[in-house]
């Protein structure tokens, strides 16, 4: 039986061998009883992968011009928390019997019940992933939610490579940069450069590199996150990857590093290459969003929560009274966050969600 462990290699591998995602969809299908996958990603254009099982249908979905009416897409693609959500957390069952989607494609199609969840990246991507149960099943239950979260952090790191290839497999590691159009780069064991792109190499003020090539970021703190990020990935909790907001010499954020392991057949393209690292960038020239997490893809529901609480000047005790839960959790909650966007202290994570713009909406 695969381990959750060989599940997230395998999703990491898909990042740039995306002919590989309709098998992992298959895989998450089941894990949690349902019938097939689908991965969305939109910019200029629509791109779209799914499992053998459910292809075709969501081939007419698409080609029928469902996808553009289709209300659920514009639920999860608003919903302010990260995670996946099914169609309880958005209608009654009689407002669902109303709806065309459900009513005239999804239910006659043996389809209707659903669990998806949406991210809108700053570079401009919005994707979308969804799985698919039968109608006779019934929906998807909170367990099988909570297994779903667990693996959204990995599906968002590895979709947004994908979406930045265009769902399309690069020949080698010069192609898969440059078609990432964002600043990127590959790093072999040992924490040297083995491939990097010119977005990245003209931000020699903020990452830069030492003798024997070895990576080295201006942003200390982040550089001490990230030392210990690659070196986990080695280890058995190693197919765990992360993400951390790389600051400018003032403090303020100027984008999310997002670190990937280098995992499987990947290595066709990446030869020697241990980890990925892509930067997505933050604008501030809108009015300030607390929604980090859709960078930091990281912060459960409840951490997000907090960090929006913070963002807003809220103590840890207004937090707790808000969200009806003890003061140790929401403080716990906080511990959390503080480590998982680079911070030490409350008050300078409430500072940078608070003064931070996570480009369109």
Request: charged share 25%; glycine share 10%.
């Amino acid at each position: 039986m695969q381990t959750d462990a060989e599940l997230i290699d395998r999703i990491y591998e898909s990042s740039v061998v995306p002919e590989l995602w309709p098998g992992v969809l298959d895989d998450i299908s089941a894990m949690v009883e349902a019938e097939g996958g689908l991965l969305f990603s939109a910019r200029k254009a629509l791109h779209w992968t799914a499992s053998e099982t459910v292809r075709d249908v969501f081939a007419e979905y698409v080609n029928d011009g469902w996808f553009t009416r289709c209300s659920r897409r514009i639920c999860i693609m608003n919903a302010s928390e990260p995670g996946f959500f099914t169609e309880q957390d958005f209608w009654t069952e009689e407002q669902m019997g109303a709806d065309p989607i459900y009513r005239d494609f999804f239910r006659p199609r043996g389809l209707g019940w659903s669990a998806g969840t949406g991210l809108r990246i700053p570079s401009g991507d919005n994707i979308v992933f969804s799985i698919e149960r039968a109608l006779e099943r019934g929906p998807i239950e909170p367990e099988h939610l909570e297994r779903l979260d667990a693996l959204r952090p990995h599906l968002a790191r590895s979709a947004l490579i994908s979406a930045r290839l265009g769902l399309q497999r690069a020949e080698g590691a010069a192609e898969a940069l440059t078609g990432m159009r964002l600043p990127a780069l590959v790093l072999d064991d040992g924490g040297r450069v083995v491939e990097a792109n010119q977005q990245i190499q003209e931000m020699a003020d903020q990452i830069g590199f030492r003798g024997g090539g070895r990576l080295a970021l201006a942003d200390r703190a982040a550089n001490e996150i990230l030392s210990g990020m690659l070196a986990a990935i080695g280890t058995p909790e190693g197919a765990r990857s992360c993400s951390l907001p790389l600051r400018d010499a003032t403090g303020d954020p100027v984008g999310v590093l997002h670190v990937l392991p280098v995992k499987r057949t990947a290595h066709d393209i990446f030869g020697r290459g241990y980890a990925l690292l892509v930067l997505t960038p933050i604008g501030t020239d809108k009015s300030p969003s607390t929604d980090l997490m859709r960078s930091l893809f990281d912060l459960t529901r409840s951490e997000a929560r907090v960090a929006r609480g913070l963002a807003v000047g809220k103590t840890a005790e207004e937090i707790a009274v808000e969200g009806e839960v003890a003061l140790t959790t929401v403080r716990s909650q906080i511990r959390r966050v503080l480590e998982k966007t680079g911070c030490t202290r409350q008050a300078e994570v409430a500072a940078m969600l608070a003064g931070l713009a996570i480009g369109p909406n």
